[in-house]
């Protein structure tokens, strides 16, 4: 049944995108999807950089990192060097996405399919989003945030709150629990609990650090390693035992450390949270094109930017930087579609179970209890390999040369397969470096363990994040790598030869 | 189930206070291409904003990320004719092949790190750390005093500030408004009571009389009931606060445009001149300027003509101090002014005026002024002016400067040297 078109010209006004957003809900409904309350806000493209350079929090405290983001953000797009995202969405309830003012009616259905109905539907589907962020809560405790650390800037000066941002920033990647589920954060309950903690917290720490003086003369057989377990979330360790900090400052660690929380599902599932976005995008509009929603004129442009968003530039070209997630994450929802409504034999043979089976379920399974990693492992099919002609290299410091190691033939799909997994596995990618002991009774030292992926050394900036680790904790700071029980390097800060001049005094 | 919000009325310098953050923490990076560009460019075009390169390495933001080396795979996009077991030559270290895989969020890999400061930042940058000097009068910065001036009227305000004759103009005019049509109509029942009554009594419909006196008399108690006065009828006198300078300066610039200056020496003077200009105008708004050129003979000038207009012919100094002399009796008195004095020159004279000259700094000028300020533009060696001049530093110390100029980029550093701010 062919309906009329909502409009037939590029200019948008709210009436339209009224109209076109309840076309596309009323279509994403009937697909199943399940999406929170939309909050489509129309901003400037000004605005869109500010957005943009916070991160996509619509309320970030001040830093003046987010001014470096803001001016190199500024930078490229004044010179033309790169259009501005078309969307920004926040994982909140109403889920707020921002709709640009200079985009045509085309490119605001466009974010609106991709934003309001895709990402959104991943946000409220996905086990990782689920269990770790409460959408609920988020834009009140960014508030929150951002209040409690304008007021301290007003009590101990900006700068003294800039360091410890500082430094809470350089180890953020490490201000996550990866297997702990945490609390779900709450304004309400953060500001009312905020001054009992700070009492709390510096009675912990004081308990912790009070066995100092008497430890010497009792027993030092009975010393206790402390922590007993290793801890990966070394904000969390700083927030609760480091020695020196002031409790307005463990807040502030408490502050980083929660949005990193925040943030951290997206930094793992960004794949599948773009594929399923772009995939919902191109399946709504086209839809709507199938109706006759929309004209001729809207589809191509739609396709144009469409096709432009998901190219996958070559290795060899000189626009390549990395696999786009957009491409992959697109071609494989797309062909789980494929694989459930036209399986081939090499699908039923590596598929057996989703080739045949309803499209709509299959990707709503693989959208809600899949992260980046295992959603390759388990859906990265052959075809989309030699369709995207992916190859794997190696390239391992014992060789003097770099081996092509698998390629799409029948050899090589499992092993691209879990390579690429591999490399958006969050915990291989970044260093696996946890606090390992507190020297409680001697000079109260801090000892972190590095143990080595691939004997993967540790990058350049290791000195500087030990200092920002040592501003924090207070006393020196030791960094080990550790390959097969060995150390193959230590890292110290201050640098040992300081250290060591003052051996008496810590004792 | 969308709720739509138009929000681009909304804050829009969200990130202003980041970004003056990140200039703070970037101020030494910034202060120095700040400095080269005033060094390198041409007078006209000091006003404006500047490219500033910071190198990427001192912006990095470091946090903990695997090194070169061990065992590393990367899945690449679009081969072509790789197969598997193919060995490639190790590239040299240091090629793009280093990034990881997907997440470069950090730019394109750039060495330095661009951008654009505005041209009120870059005079910010320029003037920073620079004050007028010996400003002992009374302290001028920050010390802003108020005068309440007459600035429109308000309708809120205290009641010492009504203003009576508005105020009852605006109570007629709603009065006014208010009752029209109820007079108009009162008006017209007292013509018709009047025919009535005007009839003879036998014929007179009391009734209707009754009717008509009862209309009119609720008529005129509805018009009392309109005030006379109303509060909204009540107009204030609005005042707004002006600063009132507690010290007025003024700032002469002296030059020579004799045809012993060449052009490359007035172009320096000029860019001496262009800077304190600006720093003037930008510092002190309540600061007025006085252009004096000379060479023979001295004039005042405004201040096109002062930097853009020719003169040949020889020197006298003292012309143009004396001058200055004059046209402070006649419009600055000492009480009201902090005087200030600057002048450029290539160092020639008429033989026997320096002498003048010394005699009209330290007996008329320098006990009046704050601070005279002479920078001699030569590569050549001194002549008897700077020797003149030497002696008045010897006598006035503390108000007195002189520096000698060779080329443009000097200006900058001898300007800060002489405009350094002086803590008293």
């Known amino acids: 049944m062919k309906q009329k078109p909502i409009s037939t010209t590029s200019e948008w006004t709210f009436e339209l995108i009224e109209a076109y957003d309840s076309e596309i809900g009323k279509i994403a409904a009937e697909f199943g999807l399940d999406t929170y309350p939309n909050q489509i806000e129309v901003i400037s493209s000004e605005q869109m950089m500010d957005a943009y350079a916070s991160t996509g929090m619509p309320l970030g405290y001040h830093h003046w990192s987010y001014g470096k983001q803001f001016i190199s953000t500024e930078r490229s797009y004044q010179r033309g060097h790169m259009g501005l995202a078309y969307e920004i969405v926040i994982n909140s309830n109403p889920c707020i996405a921002y709709l640009m003012e200079e985009n045509t009616m085309t490119m605001q259905a466009l974010v609106i399919a991709h934003a309001c109905y895709g990402h959104n539907s991943f946000f409220k589907g996905n086990y990782l989003f689920k269990t770790w962020t409460d959408a609920d809560a988020i834009i009140d405790y960014l508030l929150f945030a951002k209040k409690y650390i304008a007021e301290c800037e007003e009590k101990h000066g900006i700068s003294a709150v800039e360091s410890i941002i500082d430094s809470c920033h350089a180890i953020m990647n490490y201000g996550v629990d990866r297997y702990k589920r945490p609390h779900p954060i709450s304004a309400e309950k953060e500001h009312n609990r905020q001054q009992k903690r700070e009492e709390s917290r510096q009675k912990m720490v004081n308990d912790l650090w009070r066995t100092i003086p008497q430890g010497k003369t009792e027993n030092i057989n009975n010393s206790k390693h402390f922590p007993e377990e290793p801890e990966e979330n070394i904000l969390y360790f700083i927030e609760k035992n480091a020695p020196l900090l002031q409790s307005w400052q463990r807040e502030v660690v408490r502050i980083v450390r929660k949005i990193s929380q925040y943030f951290y599902p997206q930094r793992q599932t960004q794949v599948m949270n773009e594929g399923w976005a772009c995939f919902w995008h191109y399946t709504l509009v086209n839809e709507m094109y199938n109706r006759g929603l929309v004209t001729e004129g809207f589809i191509l442009e739609f396709l144009q930017s469409h096709t432009s968003v998901i190219y996958q530039p070559p290795f060899d070209s000189e626009y390549f930087s990395g696999i786009n997630p957009y491409s992959l994450g697109f071609s494989m929802m797309t062909d789980i579609r494929r694989i459930c409504e036209y399986p081939s034999d090499e699908d039923k043979q590596w598929f057996p179970e989703l080739a045949g089976s309803d499209w709509k379920t299959s990707l709503d399974q693989a959208m809600r209890n899949f992260k980046d990693e295992s959603f390759i492992l388990q859906y990265l099919s052959p075809k989309v390999i030699r369709d995207l002609k992916l190859f794997c290299i190696v390239d391992d410091d014992k060789n003097p040369y770099i081996e092509v190691s698998a390629i799409h033939d029948n050899d090589g799909y499992q092993r691209i397969r879990e390579s690429l997994a591999g490399l958006y596995n969050l915990g291989d990618q970044e260093p696996d470096i946890q606090v390992y002991s507190v020297d409680l009774e001697g000079d109260r030292s801090l000892t972190l363990n590095h143990k080595q992926y691939d004997r993967k050394p540790l990058g350049d900036s290791t000195t500087e994040v030990l200092k920002h680790i040592h501003r924090l904790w207070g006393f020196d700071i030791h960094l080990h790598s550790i390959e097969k029980k060995e150390v193959t390097k230590s890292y110290h800060c201050p640098p040992v030869g300081v250290a060591e001049a003052h051996p008496a005094k810590a004792r | ?424």
């Open chain 2, 1 to 424: 189930m969308s709720y739509i919000v138009d929000r681009r009325l909304n804050a829009k310098k969200k990130s202003t206070v980041n970004r003056q953050r990140f200039l703070k923490r970037y101020r030494k990076h910034i202060k120095k291409a700040v400095t080269d560009a005033i060094s390198r460019r041409s007078i006209t075009d000091i006003e404006h904003g500047e490219e500033i390169h910071i190198p990427a390495d001192d912006m990095k933001e470091s946090f903990f990320h695997h090194g070169q080396g061990g065992h590393a795979e990367r899945i690449l996009p679009g081969n072509q004719d790789f197969i598997g077991g193919d060995r490639i030559e190790r590239p040299p270290s240091g090629g793009g092949s280093g990034s990881g895989p997907g997440a470069s969020d950090s730019g394109q890999g750039e060495d330095e790190f661009v951008f654009q400061i505005t041209q009120a930042e870059f005079l910010d940058f320029m003037f920073d750390e620079l004050a007028l000097p010996n400003m002992i009068k009374r302290q001028l910065v920050g010390s802003d005093e108020f005068k309440l001036r007459q600035a429109g009227f308000s309708n809120q305000g205290s009641p010492g500030q009504v203003d009576v004759v508005r105020s009852l103009r605006s109570a007629h005019a709603r009065r006014i408004a208010l009752t029209s049509g109820k007079r108009k109509k009162l008006k017209e029942l007292e013509q018709q009571l009047h025919l009535l009554t005007a009839q003879q009594p036998i014929l007179q419909n009391q009734l209707e009389i009754k009717q008509l006196r009862e209309k009119i008399s609720a008529l005129k108690s509805r018009l009392k009931r309109v005030p006379w006065l109303d509060d909204f009828d009540l107009k204030y006198h609005l005042r707004a606060k002006e600063p009132a300078p507690q010290a007025k300066a003024v700032m002469f610039c002296i030059m020579d445009v004799s045809g012993s200056m060449n052009q490359a020496t007035k172009e320096i003077a000029k860019r001496f001149f262009i800077l304190l200009y600006l720093f003037i105008q930008r510092n002190y708004q309540r600061t007025e300027i006085v252009f004096i050129r000379h060479h023979t003979v001295a004039m005042e000038v405004d201040e096109q003509e002062f930097f853009y207009s020719r003169e040949t012919g020889g020197t006298i100094v003292s012309s143009a101090l004396k001058l200055m002399e004059q046209i402070i009796e006649q419009r600055y008195p000492l009480g009201d002014w902090n005087i200030y004095a600057a002048q450029a020159s290539d160092g020639d004279n008429w033989n026997n005026d320096s002498a003048v000259c010394t005699e009209v700094l330290c007996k008329g000028l320098l006990p009046k002024l704050q601070y005279f300020s002479y920078i001699e533009i030569t590569p050549n060696a001194h002549q008897l002016l700077w020797h003149a001049y030497q002696q008045v530093k010897e006598n006035f110390p503390e108000t007195f400067a002189m520096e000698q100029v060779v080329d443009a980029a000097e200006i900058y550093t001898v300007f800060r040297e002489i405009f350094h701010k002086q803590v008293i």
